[in-house]
């Protein structure tokens, strides 16, 4: 009962300290108020000394001994907690990024993340992370800059070494709820209800995933599931969103017809390509049919921003399939990056450097010069 009335007051104060007391953090006057509460009144409640021992020596500086051996051990362990650790600090900054309406330099954190574990590990100490609690108790305390995260080290320098003694007397419940409060405070769930009921399904999918893993098991975990889900997830949207569509054919009997359309040879077929073709979009491909009066094949690939190896292989195939059947494939308008993919696998050389036009327009009296030709 002690420990839940010395937490509850401390709780209080934190929750009404930032609206009496703007200059002074509500932690510190709740750490100042539950000691005074066990020093002056009956209350008999847990401290950081009576469960803990403290002590405030300096851990010496020691150079590990290094082998080939140990280190082809250490490996695969040192990569997975470099990936992780990684991860978890960039999490804590988009955190921080949303707190205070400021952007982070991703490089900039992983640089300083690895000089100071490196230094860490010669005194002994163990990987660390960016802190997602402690940056969010920073943060709600005033910390906005850099400096911030400079004066936090400085001060747990400070009690290492001459407070810690005082340290021992900070109280359990009172610690408690301080992280109570950060927990709340960084948890959002203004923005978790309304996520909920706005975002896209897949969203949905993720974040209530990440969530449900988060509470059971760990952070990690739901960062690696979340990651995998929602990259799977992106795969099957951008699949969703590349499509292959024909040019609608009229002649003088086709009746009301569009003055814009222009009309072909029926020995001329167009398709349109959108969408980034990768592997989870090569199967459109499939969709290009061409008939047997079909003299060429124009593919626009104006909207097409990127190309991969394995939609590369699949239009090699409607190359080598147009081939067999006596039909010439002209490309229209290739961006850079497909186009980059086509020069390096030999792509251009196959179906012959003139039939990449940069223009429909073009392509289109290329094809007209093709079908006259045979």
């Known amino acids: 009962m002690d420990a839940v009335i010395v937490g509850g007051v401390s709780l209080a104060i934190l929750i009404n300290a930032p609206y009496i007391f703007k200059r002074i953090p509500g932690s510190l006057l709740a750490v100042i108020a539950g000691i005074l509460m066990v020093q002056f009144l009956p209350l008999k409640v847990n401290t950081i000394g009576n ?93 906005k800059t850099p400096i911030a995260g400079m004066v936090h080290s400085i001060t747990l320098v400070i009690v290492l070494v001459v407070l810690m003694p005082y340290a021992g007397m900070f109280l359990m419940p009172t610690i408690a709820a301080i992280l109570f409060i950060v927990a709340y405070n960084m948890c959002q769930w203004r923005t978790f209800l309304n996520l909920v009921k706005t975002a896209p399904k897949s969203d949905i999918i993720v974040l209530v995933t990440s969530f449900v893993l988060t509470v059971i098991f760990d952070l990690v975990a739901a960062i690696e599931v979340g990651m995998v889900l929602a990259c799977l997830l992106f795969i099957k949207r951008m699949s969703e969103e590349t499509k292959v569509n024909g040019w609608t054919y009229v002649d ?123």
């Not at 239009?315 to 081939?323: A, E, F, P, R």
């Open 51 to 143: 469960l803990y021992t403290i002590s405030n020596a300096l851990p010496t500086l020691h150079f590990p001994s290094l082998s080939l051996n140990r280190i082809q051990n250490a490996l695969p362990n040192a990569l997975t907690i470099a990936v992780l650790a990684a991860i978890e600090s960039l999490l804590s900054c988009v955190v921080a990024d949303g707190m205070i309406n400021g952007k982070h330099h991703s490089d900039m954190e992983l640089v300083a993340q690895g000089a100071g574990n490196i230094a860490s590990a010669l005194f002994g100490g163990i990987p660390a992370t960016g802190a997602i609690a402690r940056t969010a108790a920073n943060i709600k305390n005033g910390g």
């Open 252 to 374: 003088e009997d086709t009746p009301d017809v569009d003055e814009h359309l222009q009309k072909l040879p029926l020995q001329i077929r167009v398709y349109e390509i959108s969408g980034p073709l990768f592997f989870g979009a090569a199967s459109v491909i499939e969709e290009i049919a061409v008939k047997d009066f079909t003299k060429c094949l124009v593919l626009h690939m104006r909207s097409v921003p990127a190309l991969d190896s394995t939609a590369l292989n699949a239009l090699k195939d409607l190359v080598q399939v147009c081939k067999s059947k006596g039909i010439t494939i002209v490309f229209s308008h290739v961006n850079d990056q497909p186009m980059k993919v086509m020069e390096k696998a030999g792509f251009i050389e196959l179906v012959g450097k003139v039939n990449f036009q940069p223009s429909i327009s073009a392509a289109l009296d290329r094809a007209e010069e093709v079908i006259h030709s045979k």
